[in-house]
């Protein structure tokens, strides 16, 4: 996303409110008895679920079916536009049409690459699919927006993602999204995540207790996800198979409070509660920096990770610092809750005899090098840049001034900007302009993206800033602002656009440039070439060299400046990213950097990832801290390698953590290398030894 701001805070509201108003369009018929909402149970999959793909004869999308298939997942075919016949034994349709008619499909798995994806899923719930999965990233925010006010007009479909390592059911042997199988195994826990590496780390840990999964859902990384917490809370509270549940969580968003308020309803509700663990990542995250997932940021208006940990913990569920610990603890709280841990165990082991993680699973080619994905998610532009973009819509609102003074102390706040909760973009307005007072005085009014803020919700909104005693003239003005800027927000595909407005001594609206915050999603840009006149104010030059050099090689970077950090990080994946920071400081060490690989690392970006670290004089040892799930824990310790051949690593220690996917291969080559490198299995342990070299 781009950013074009005059301050430091970006400011999103963090109350939410109904949408007031139905969308005039819709594609199930029964919108009149039922909604969104009803979708839930769509996601308790299984050996029942009749799976389809669109996309399916991708590259992708074919490798996936097979391991899908050799799973055991009922995959009954697919679709490619414009052909028809077979493809891996099964039938190959042309629409969705008729694979609804011909194959009647439960879900699809939708293997469509971002530029096209939201008009997939758009045909998905036109044909009334019940479940659909979308695992591309770099879908353009408003496309997903689009979908999402689509989705409420019906309640036939299920959205899950996207951005998101989609749905998994282990004790049913039913796999739609690209979960690392090995790491799964049946069993009678529930889990829900946004971030997928840390789901995968929280599933080896759940696996290696024996408790096996019931039901795995991933929520996703992105602003706006289709299925969020809730949704899945309350899937796991009345599926007879899960016995406990977990809560992955990250830096960003409102989910966790959701979850946070539902807990504390199912507690009081509920007289044999089952047990929740949770987990949040970005606790130690810089304010206003984008970790790697297009939603992971907080921003002023939100509560912190830290405060979300603590909301968690306050509504009853049990904290956990690293995903490793998981399986312990919930076998724990098992015992302790009065449920015979032994029956769960062995019933969790006999539906694992003839799971996938027991199988040979045929190696998958990976190339020396891929084509990077382009990851960067932020950029800070000028201030002198924001009147370019605002005066075309400025212009439309008679009398209102963009004046080049800060704001006074009675300004009020308004903003234009996304409602994760009720998936759409929203009105949002406080009485105040104070940084400080706006967690508490913000409120948002939600709107249908498609038809623009009604009269009554600006009304609302305004109310609310407590312009309703203003002269009329600024009333007016402050109506038309808010239409014009909503105009905006859509056209240019927006993120946030707010500022500070006060009233002049003439009575008029005044809009105050250096409190302005534009901040743009940059994935229209790079997945459909979309706003390019937005994306070309980028100004790379202000930007951190290293920062910059990571994204052309798909690496996301982030230098944290703490002047007394001096670990340098290497992990695949941004929440497990963020946690090992997290996880670091609980050991006493403080990380020079955030640094994520991507999900699918390669010899080559573990190279570069190592040159752009050494980079920082700070650098005293270098953590390298990867669970292998669609990354291969062999090909990491090549890529390890590698660097030691061609990168000046300044005899800077290296402690490395290889585990899931071929760990054992990884740990023999580092065992093996004759270079001065440590491995170890687990996580603690590899902490304490880097601590160690940290503070010599």
């Known amino acids: 996303m781009v950013a074009l701001r005059a301050s430091q805070a970006s400011l999103i509201p963090s109350t939410s409110k109904h949408i007031s108003r139905t969308a005039r369009r819709t594609f199930s018929s029964s919108i009149a008895r039922k909604s969104y909402e009803d979708t839930v149970q769509n996601l308790r999959i299984g050996k029942h679920t009749r799976v389809i793909y669109q996309g399916f004869t991708g590259r992708v999308a074919t490798g996936n079916a097979k391991d899908s298939i050799a799973y055991g997942t009922n995959i009954v075919g697919g679709v490619t536009p414009g052909k028809e016949g077979e493809h891996l034994g099964l039938p190959l349709l042309p629409n969705l049409r008729k694979a609804k008619e011909q194959l009647k499909p439960d879900a699809t798995a939708v293997f469509v690459a971002a530029p096209q994806c939201g008009k997939a899923i758009e045909e998905a719930i036109e044909a009334e699919i019940p479940l659909i999965v979308s695992v591309a990233e770099h879908i353009p925010l408003h496309d997903i927006m689009r979908v999402a006010s689509i989705l409420k007009t019906q309640s036939k479909s299920r959205l899950v993602g996207a951005n998101a390592p989609g749905i998994i059911a282990p004790i049913g042997y039913c796999r739609i999204g690209f979960q690392p199988l090995p790491t799964f195994a049946p069993g009678h826990i529930g889990i829900v995540a946004k971030s997928g590496t840390l789901s995968y780390e929280t599933v080896a840990s759940i696996s290696r207790s024996g408790l096996g999964q019931s039901l795995c859902i991933g929520m996703g990384g992105d602003i706006i996800a289709g299925t969020n917490m809730v949704d899945a809370l309350k899937v796991f509270e009345h599926d007879p198979e899960t016995e406990g549940i977990v809560i992955v969580g990250e830096v960003g968003g409102r989910a966790e409070e959701d979850a946070a308020e539902w807990i504390k309803d199912y507690l009081k509700r509920t007289s044999k509660p089952k047990p929740i663990v949770a987990l949040v990542g970005g606790l130690h995250a810089p304010t206003g920096r984008i970790m790697g997932h297009a939603g992971a940021w907080a921003a002023g208006g939100e509560r912190l990770a830290k405060e979300k940990y603590s909301v968690l913990q306050e509504a009853g569920a049990t904290m956990v610092d690293h995903p490793e610990n998981f399986g312990g603890v919930m076998k724990t709280l098992l015992s302790q809750s009065g449920r015979d841990v032994s029956k769960i165990l062995s019933n969790a082991q006999s539906q694992q005899k003839r799971g996938y993680h027991t199988l040979r699973r045929r190696p998958s080619p990976v190339p020396r090098r891929a084509v990077p994905q382009q990851q960067q998610r932020g950029l800070l532009l000028g201030k002198d840049q924001a009147k370019g973009p605002l005066e075309p819509y400025l212009s439309q609102v008679d009398g209102v001034a963009l004046s080049s003074d800060a704001a006074p102390k009675d300004a009020h706040y308004l ?89 002049d001594k003439n009575g008029n609206l005044r809009l105050h440039e250096p409190s302005l915050v534009l901040q743009f999603d940059d994935a229209a840009y790079r997945s459909n070439k979309r706003q390019e006149d937005i994306h070309s104010l980028r100004r790379r030059e202000n930007e951190v060299p290293e920062e910059v050099e990571a994204e052309k090689d798909g690496i996301v970077f982030i230098k944290l400046e703490d002047p007394e950090a001096s670990i340098g990080t290497l992990v695949n994946g941004a929440g497990l990213a963020m946690n090992t920071v997290d996880a670091l400081r609980l050991h006493g060490g403080k990380a020079t950097n955030f640094l994520d690989t991507g999900g699918k690392a390669t010899s080559e970006t573990v190279k570069k990832s190592f040159e752009l670290i050494l980079r920082d004089p700070r650098v005293k040892v270098i953590f390298v801290n990867i669970f292998g799930g669609l990354t291969d824990g062999g090909m990491i310790a090549e890529g390890i390698l590698l660097a030691f051949k061609e990168v000046d690593m300044k005899n800077v220690p290296v402690i490395v953590r290889i585990r899931g996917t071929n760990e054992e291969k990884g740990q023999k080559i580092i065992a093996d290398s004759g270079l001065s490198l440590e491995a170890f299995d687990g996580f603690a342990e590899a902490a304490k030894r880097v601590v160690e070299i940290a503070n010599k």
């Open 415 to 503: 903003a234009i900007t996304v409602d994760r909760t009720e998936r759409s973009p929203c009105i949002a307005t406080s009485p105040t302009a104070d940084e400080s007072q706006l967690g508490q005085r913000v409120r948002r009014f939600p709107y249908d993206w498609r038809q623009g803020p009604s009269d009554a919700t600006i009304k609302q909104a305004l109310e609310h800033m407590q312009l309703d005693a203003a002269p009329p003239a600024a009333m007016a003005q402050a109506s038309a602002l808010i239409q014009a800027l909503s105009k905006m927000y859509k056209a240019k595909e927006a993120v946030t656009l707010s500022g500070s407005v006060s009233i």
